[in-house]
């Protein structure tokens, strides 16, 4: 059973980065045809991709966030990171990892992304 927990600070300062990690349990982020996702909850919105890693390491951005947006990993650790620079309150949210077999660019339906993390609220306040 795979499994992800995502690590980092609740609470960021606007115009810092932000950094979120992905620890992976119970498979390799390096097993092929996978891809390890960062999805986004605000509140009173929908699910947002924001971007994913391959199992290769090749990334991939939402257009939208491709500026502030670095998506890295640590295979020795089983790890990815996301780091979404200069935040602003509109990037309060609760932030999501996730496993996909085929890469969406979005969440079309959750049942797209087969594992996913319980999810970790961060709020952008000062």
């Known amino acids: 059973q795979v499994q992800l927990q995502e690590s980092g600070p609740g609470l960021v300062k606007p115009s810092q980065t932000l950094s979120l990690t992905c620890t992976v349990s119970g498979g390799s982020i390096t097993t092929s045809l996978t891809y390890w996702n960062w999805i986004r909850q605000s509140p009173g919105k929908g699910l947002e991709w924001m971007g994913a890693i391959n199992y290769s390491g090749n990334t991939y951005y939402n257009t939208s966030l491709k500026s502030r947006t670095s998506i890295y990993r640590d295979t020795s650790k089983n790890q990815f990171t996301l780091q979404l620079s200069s935040v602003t309150p509109e990037d309060t949210a609760v932030y999501y990892c996730?496993?996909?077999?085929?890469?969406?660019?979005?969440?079309?339906?959750?049942?797209?992304?087969?594992?996913w993390g319980q999810g970790t609220q961060v709020t952008v306040s000062s």
């Open positions: 996730s496993r996909s077999r085929a890469l969406y660019f979005a969440v079309f339906q959750r049942a797209d992304y087969d594992y």
